[in-house]
């Protein structure tokens, strides 16, 4: 019932900034932890935030700490990621993820609903 859509990707120089969205499908955030997660070709699916839904405890990669930011909207049932500063390392196709257990986000095991991606493309 879980039904996530990534967007807000696209080409961007290094340096610059995108901000991508996920809109769920009813209640799914306010029911769900929620997190990113991003795959760059030839690599493997890659941790990057999660929000808690109980307290909104927020965790980042260290890769993206200080440069990125997780953020839900309850009412308008959507999950952000506002990408600063980004760098061709951060080239990837980015996921949302929505799961029942916040250690299945932070720790990338256990089962959770993935959107179908967004691609984001930094160029040097």
């Known amino acids: 019932q879980v039904q996530l859509v990534e967007s807000g990707g696209g080409l961007v120089q290094a340096g610059g900034s995108l901000r991508l969205s996920c809109a769920a499908s009813e209640r799914t955030i306010s029911n769900y932890h929620m997190g990113w997660f991003r795959q760059a070709p030839g690599k493997e699916r890659e941790f990057v935030a999660a929000?808690?839904?109980?307290?909104?405890?927020?965790d980042y990669s260290d890769s993206v700490k200080g440069r990125f930011t997780i953020s839900g909207d309850n009412a308008k049932n959507t999950m952000y990621l506002q990408m600063n500063s980004l760098k061709p390392e951060d080239t990837a196709v980015y996921y949302c993820?929505?799961?029942?257990?916040?250690?299945?986000?932070?720790?990338?095991?256990?089962?959770?609903?993935w959107g179908q991606g967004t691609q984001v493309t930094v160029s040097s």
């Open positions: 993820a929505a799961a029942y257990s916040f250690a299945t986000l932070t720790s990338g095991l256990g089962n959770a609903y």
């Open positions: 929000i808690r839904r109980s307290d909104a405890y927020i």
